[in-house]
Each structure stands twice: as C-alpha cells, then as structure tokens.
C-alpha cells in the first residue's frame, strides 16, 4: 500500500533550475518531515512540520524551502539547485500518540544535479 | 542532543552466521529506539521499536534487538543470515523532551553483505 508517495521518483537537473520534490500521504499524519540520504552520513534531516501552520528547520535546510499545502501534502523546493544536493530524498510521517514515534518512509526521489 | 553511532559502516556474514550490527546512542532521558532497513532502491521500513516495554524486542524476519540502559546500547541480531537480508540497516532514536518531540535522529548506516 503507498500510504506515503513522492513524485518525481527520479530527476535529472542542471545547476541553477529551480526544483520541487512532492510528497502526499494517506496516513492522517500530522507529522511530516524531509530528509536526504548520502553515502555514509545517514538520514538528516532538512525541515519538518509538525501540523499545517507549524515549519521547523532542521539541521540542514540551507539551499532548500519547504510547503505544507495541506495536512497531505508536504513539499520541498530547491531554488536553485548546486552540484552537492545530488542525493536521495526521502518524505516521512508520524502520529507519536498512534506508534510510539515511529516514522513511516516515502520510496524516495533521487535527485542528480550536473 | 541526542546521537546514534552504528559501529562498522559495512558488515559481511556468510549465509546461516550470526548477524549482529552493533548501536550505541547518547539521550539525557530514556528513550524510544528503532532499527530500519533499506533494500536496494526502496525506501526504509520498521525493522523493530524499543518502547519502554520489554527489553528484548521481537521484529520482522527474525530479528531481534536488546535495549541495554547501562551500556547505552541496541544492538540487532539474526541468529542465521540469509541471502534475502543483504541491505542497509539504521538505527535510529526519538527525541522525547521540548519542542523536537517526536524527532528522529538517525546513525550513519551499516550496509550488510551477505555472502553464499
């Protein structure tokens, strides 16, 4: 079942575009966050909402910006995409009353910016 | 600030060996703990939680892990490996105090390699 779907699943940019990675879920999750995935260092974390009126930063938001459209909908745009932002990104949800902070993952977008 | 270490960046067991991938990780207060993993190009699923219950927690495909309070630890083991196992493994540990409740904070991943 794709409770949590990202869309592009895969893009190819050039340095300078501007990009918007989409992320919906079917959760009712309050709860949504970004991250990004690179060889090595894990998952950190780039923004998270905790509801619609709430956006956090998180410990690497430099060169990105984030929407909460809707409590489905969380997306993260790329103003102007660089070199070191290639990597997989990764849309999560939560409801920490419901499952003990459990996470639920998005398939994931990677992202390849020449 | 709460952290995860995953000690061995690549572990490699030969198909029916012992798995054991090893987790320590830093919190001020008693915390929610979490193994994922990640098949090649998929996204992470729940391997298994610690939520204050027991010590020893059961999950998916026969693994298991034990919260040891003393030594700070979590690690996850399988008995006998399997060819099927062959992935990237994260620990991860919740955030429980202030505004960052709820939060995961994520180690830097074990990639295991399961050879016939």
Redesign the interface.
Known sequence: DAD?TQTPRNRITKTGKRIMLECSQTKGHD?M?W?RQDP??????IY?S?DVKDINKGEISDGYSVSRQAQAKFSLSLESAIPNQTALY?C?T?D?GLN????F????TRLTVL | AQSVTQLGSHVSVSEGALVLLRCNYSSSVPPYLFWYVQYPNQGLQLLLKYTSAATLVKGINGFEAEFKKSETSFHLTKPSAHMSDAAEYFCAVSDLGGTSYGKLTFGQGTILTVHP
């Open positions: 949590v709860r966050y991250y090595g260092l894990g998952l950190r974390l998270y905790f990764f999560a939560s920490p003990h902070h459990e996470q993952f998005g398939p994931g």
